[in-house]
């Protein structure tokens, strides 16, 4: 097994012009684990027709918490579509949760959920169906063959900006505008 050249936790992957997998054309990604077994992430910018008043009632949790009924799921990736994952912030404790660092974190358990029913707490929260996963070696390979960019994480994007203005503000942060990206790759 290779050594991983950087670890990407905590960074957003932009996908390419050429991306072929119908599941991450123009996706934006947040990858919560980066290590030499993989990488786990969630895409940020994909809302399904589900509302969290809807996933809600479907799971048989309450919703009490104000403000939080009309927003949307997400397609979180093509891996345990049937599964829920919050993205939260701040990490807290729950009873299933991978903390990305001393900011944020990835839970799949349902007690997050209904503290957020409840409560609203963690008052920032992203909640999808489904994660994106890559075996060893996998996701630097398709860096390398340019299905991705890379860049740090902003928090702000994801839980301060709609949906459909994410990918293009993750762009902004390397000084890219997505419409003068190539479909074709180049290797010098």
Same mark, same amino acid.
Do not use: C, K
């Given at each position: 097994?290779?050594?991983? *050249?950087?670890?990407?936790?905590?960074?957003?992957?932009?996908?390419?012009?050429? %991306?072929?997998? #119908?599941?991450?054309?123009?996706?934006?990604?947040?990858? &919560?684990?980066?290590?030499?077994? !993989? /990488?786990?992430?969630?895409?940020?910018?994909?809302?399904?027709? %589900? *509302?969290?008043?809807?996933?809600?009632?479907?799971?048989?949790?309450?919703?009490?918490?104000? !403000?939080?009924?009309?927003? $949307?799921?997400?397609?979180?990736?093509?891996?345990?579509?049937?599964?829920?994952?919050?993205?939260?912030? #701040? &990490?807290?404790?729950?009873?299933?949760?991978?903390?990305?660092?001393?900011?944020?974190?990835? *839970?799949?358990?349902?007690?997050?959920?209904? @503290?957020?029913?409840?409560?609203?707490? $963690? $008052?920032?929260?992203?909640? *999808?169906?489904?994660?994106? !996963?890559?075996?060893?070696?996998?996701?630097?390979?398709?860096? @390398?063959?340019?299905?991705?960019?890379?860049?740090? &994480?902003?928090? @702000?994007?994801?839980?301060?900006?709609? #949906?459909?203005?994410?990918? &293009?503000? @993750? %762009?902004? %942060?390397?000084?890219?505008?997505?419409?003068?990206?190539?479909?074709? /790759? !180049?290797?010098?």
């Amino acid at each position: 097994m290779s050594a991983i *050249t950087s670890n990407l936790t905590h960074h957003f992957l932009i996908a390419m012009p050429n %991306m072929a997998d #119908p599941n991450f054309v123009r996706s934006l990604t947040y990858i &919560a684990e980066h290590n030499e077994q !993989g /990488a786990l992430g969630i895409i940020v910018n994909r809302p399904i027709d %589900m *509302t969290l008043a809807a996933l809600f009632e479907r799971i048989d949790v309450p919703l009490e918490a104000d !403000g939080l009924a009309g927003q $949307p799921v997400y397609f979180g990736g093509p891996v345990q579509t049937d599964r829920g994952f919050v993205l939260h912030r #701040p &990490a807290g404790e729950w009873h299933s949760t991978l903390v990305v660092n001393d900011e944020v974190g990835l *839970t799949s358990s349902r007690d997050i959920l209904q @503290a957020v029913g409840s409560s609203g707490e $963690p $008052p920032e929260v992203l909640v *999808t169906l489904g994660y994106a !996963g890559w075996t060893a070696g996998q996701l630097e390979q398709e860096i @390398a063959d340019n299905s991705w960019l890379t860049v740090p &994480a902003d928090l @702000a994007i994801v839980f301060g900006l709609p #949906p459909e203005e994410r990918l &293009a503000a @993750a %762009m902004q %942060m390397l000084g890219i505008d997505f419409a003068n990206l190539s479909e074709s /790759a !180049g290797h010098a």
